[in-house]
């Protein structure tokens, strides 16, 4: 089954014998090129398919070989933020852009996007009281800078701002 973790059995004498099994905890759903949806452990790897209707609040993954590259952006989104991620889309197979639960587009560069997330985090601390569904996407792309793109065209340079 591949949903078993690690399965231990023990034979306690004269009649029992004790079973242990982990099941491996899903961190996402990748979707395919093919539209096909499958769950991913905390390594990348293809667990089982996913029905596409129940996401169980479950990172939604998307582009080439984003499996791959989940574990490292999964380890820099863990607890340490608020950011409650909805999906994350592998773009050009080198650079993460992902998707707020209230649809906030971040953009994040190619290398040290734990820095700039944790960048990210201390603004929005700042910000708190902002009404976020004004913003189209933050592009955080270059080092040290962060461009916020509104809804109505309007775009606001924040130099090293964070």
Not at 44 to 72: C, R, T, V, W
Not at 80 to 85: A, E, L, M, S
């Amino acid at each position: 089954n591949n949903w078993i973790k690690s399965l231990t059995l023990k034979i306690k004498f004269p009649s029992t014998v004790i079973v242990n099994i982990k099941e491996k905890i899903p961190i996402g759903i990748y979707n395919n090129e093919q539209n096909e949806y499958y769950y991913l452990d905390h390594l990348g790897n293809k667990i089982d398919k996913a029905d596409k209707s129940n996401k169980e609040n479950l990172i939604i993954i998307l582009g080439k070989q984003s499996p791959s590259d989940i574990k490292k952006l999964i380890d820099s989104l863990n607890i340490k933020y608020n950011f409650q991620v909805k999906e994350a889309h592998f773009i050009g197979s080198r650079r993460w852009d992902i998707i707020l639960n209230n649809n906030l587009v971040i953009k994040l560069p190619e290398k040290q996007y734990s820095v700039a997330l944790k960048k990210l985090n201390l603004f929005f601390l700042r910000i708190e009281e902002f009404d976020y569904s004004l913003i189209e996407y933050i592009d955080l792309r270059i080092l040290n800078k962060a461009i916020i793109k509104f809804k109505n065209d309007y775009e606001i340079d924040l130099l090293n701002e964070m």
